[in-house]
């Protein structure tokens, strides 16, 4: 969850697998249920934007999957079955609109015992994230840590860490735990003197400690590769090397920027090596920039963003977190979010990524469900989905949307089912047994979580989670919003309201949801994806296009220009098609659940309302 001194997380998003009688997954699998032609292509960074094998440009929505990880009930892993893994996996889909995860490993339990990889815990994770990969969703493993590990901590300590093995504690001379006076987990990063010294150690290959890191992580990627089928492996999207990097102690002399530039790239050239020599050849890293570099408080942020790694390219995707540690604080934003409120941090990644040649993600962001700033959860979550989809506020994206920026992919921290009903002896310690939250640090940001039925049921507003949002682009996206309507209390929040200009639209969409994506296509015979939210059935969605209008879009033909489709994964969750001609065309779909049987009048109406709008914004 997030930290007052950056207080991110993660949570990774891994493979999913299964092993036959042998071991070994066969070479080739059945497409999942409800793929279509353009599907279960892998993706890969071709001209700086995630790509799918239709050159469509790929936008990855999704959670952490999970900070139970971090926990040692289950012994490291997401979950406590596979059982639970598949029904975390369709909800997810189904109920939170996800269509990726970051998938959490624990190097503690992989390699429990120095050069001794643990295979039962590979074969388990890898059947875990399996459950993902056929219900339809991208995975990317990460090896979490925060704070180092949890053997750093004392038994009656107030905090904890998840990461390095006790033997890699062990190996070092440290002091005992303390942080002082502090009242979040995430001062320990630079206050605790046992935290800061192990971080060092492994930044700088003490005891061969980062040797012995990617020995395992080299090994846990073969394994994963060798032990799913090809088309499992197709899902898996790359590898995140390490969550939250910081140096624990700078050098004399030692700047963040230096430090990001000669410890920790080295340390991702040598990751990729690793991947590379696994068979992920294909498969981008995910690297984090210092986790402070874009912190929203003045004297936590420090320069970086991997300024002097070049151009990353397509072997690496510029990844990063990003929490409102103002908001968070209580104290230096008093208030709620607003309209546009992180445009300009989500534009710098974006602006970081573009310099890099390569794509972005934003692999943690959220909110403290509970707690004394939880009120704000509602807006800053708004805010934030707002900033991915678009770099502009609402007040302006009508009148220049051709200034939207690239859509961001991003993960919410997190999606734990097991939310309030933990049992974690913290630290080992029989005396501290935690139930409540998310059981670690006192964090409690878990998106879903198992009601007395043990289903799956979301703890934050549908409207705000479950989105429309473009999951693949032939061609270049020029802009896009969403207006979700998510609530406040009992009170709906309408950042982006239709401008009166636009008068039949706005009486088409009415007092709904709606989404707009404005775009160029490339010539593909492949249609442009948008990912339709339960609250748009299919019956009942209307759809005004330059490519026609439609209410209640038929099923997919490649000769309808505008359909309906579920989504891979037999899931339930479904997809809006638009199939558009020509190269370099603009295009343009108003998506909206608003007006119920609109007359033939008022979509034409519309129709012609947006044509001529988009020709003066965006022609």
Not at 16 to 22: D, K, M, N, P, V
Not at 189 to 207: C, G, L
Not at 407 to 431: A, F
């Amino acid at each position: 969850m997030p930290k007052m001194p950056a207080r991110l997380f993660a949570v990774l998003v891994v493979l999913s697998g299964f092993l036959t009688a042998t071991g070994v997954r066969p070479s080739t699998a059945e497409a999942l249920s409800d793929s279509l032609w353009f599907d279960d292509s892998p993706v890969t960074v071709r001209d700086g934007r995630l790509s799918d094998g239709q050159g469509r440009e790929i936008v990855l929505r999704g959670y952490n999957v999970s900070g139970e990880t971090k926990l040692a009930e289950n012994k490291g892993l997401p979950f406590a079955s596979v059982a639970d893994a598949k029904k975390s996996a369709t909800a997810l889909r189904a109920l939170g609109g996800g269509n990726s995860v970051r998938f959490l490993l624990s190097w503690a339990y992989a390699e429990p015992v120095r050069g001794q990889v643990d295979t039962a815990y590979l074969s388990a994770a890898t059947e875990q994230m399996r459950a993902f990969l056929e219900a339809g969703i991208r995975v990317y493993p990460d090896f979490h840590q925060d704070l180092y590990s949890q053997y750093l901590f004392d038994p009656d300590s107030w905090y904890t860490g998840d990461g390095a093995p006790k033997w890699a504690v062990d190996a070092g001379n440290y002091p005992d735990e303390s942080c002082g006076i502090c009242l979040l987990w995430g001062q320990n990063i630079t206050q605790n003197e046992a935290v800061k010294r192990a971080s060092y150690d492994f930044w700088h290959n003490a005891h061969g400690l980062q040797d012995a890191f990617l020995t395992t992580a080299q090994r846990t990627m073969s394994y994963v590769k060798e032990h799913v089928s090809a088309a499992e492996f197709a899902g898996v999207l790359g590898f995140d090397p390490y969550n939250e990097p910081h140096a624990g102690v700078y050098d004399s002399g030692q700047t963040s920027r230096a430090w990001e530039r000669d410890v920790l790239w080295p340390f991702y050239e040598r990751f990729r090596t690793r991947m590379d020599a696994a068979g992920w050849q294909d498969k981008p890293a995910f690297v984090e920039p210092n986790m402070f570099w874009n912190a929203n408080i003045s004297f936590q942020k420090q320069e970086g963003g991997l300024l002097d790694s070049g151009t990353l390219g397509p072997d690496f995707v510029f990844n990063t977190h990003f929490y409102d540690q103002k908001a968070i604080s209580g104290i230096f934003m008093p208030g709620k979010a607003g309209d546009g409120q992180y445009a300009a941090d989500f534009g710098t990644v974006r602006d970081r990524a573009a310099a890099g040649g390569t794509a972005g993600i934003v692999s943690e962001f959220g909110h403290p469900l509970v707690g004394t700033v939880s009120d704000k959860a509602p807006t800053v979550l708004k805010a934030m989905y707002q900033a991915l989809d678009s770099r502009l506020p609402g007040s302006s994206w009508w009148s220049k949307p051709a200034s939207s920026g690239s859509v961001l992919s991003g993960t919410q921290w997190q999606w734990d089912i097991y939310n309030g009903r933990h049992h974690e002896l913290m630290n080992g310690n029989p005396d501290k047994v935690l139930t409540s939250g998310d059981s670690w640090n006192d964090e409690d940001l878990s998106a879903v979580r198992l009601d007395d039925s043990g289903t799956a049921v979301l703890r934050q507003d549908a409207r705000l989670l479950d989105r429309l949002y473009p999951s693949a682009t032939a061609g270049t996206p020029v802009g896009f919003t969403y207006e979700d309507r998510s609530r406040d209390g009992s009170t709906t929040l309408t950042w982006n309201p239709v401008p009166s200009s636009l008068p039949n639209v706005s009486r088409l969409v009415g007092s709904g949801q709606y989404g707009l994506l404005l775009w160029r296509s490339d010539g593909s015979s492949a249609p442009t994806e948008l990912h339709l939210p339960a609250s748009f059935p299919t019956a009942t969605t209307t759809v005004v296009s330059d490519l026609g209008t439609s209410y209640g879009p038929p099923a997919y033909t490649r000769n309808t220009p505008i359909a309906a489709a579920a989504e891979p994964g037999g899931t339930g969750s479904r997809r809006l098609l638009l199939t558009a001609p020509g190269n370099g065309v603009l295009h343009y779909a108003l998506v909206t659940n608003g007006t119920t049987a609109p007359s033939t009048t008022l979509l034409n109406a519309a129709r012609s309302e947006l044509s001529a709008w988009a020709a003066q914004r965006a022609g």
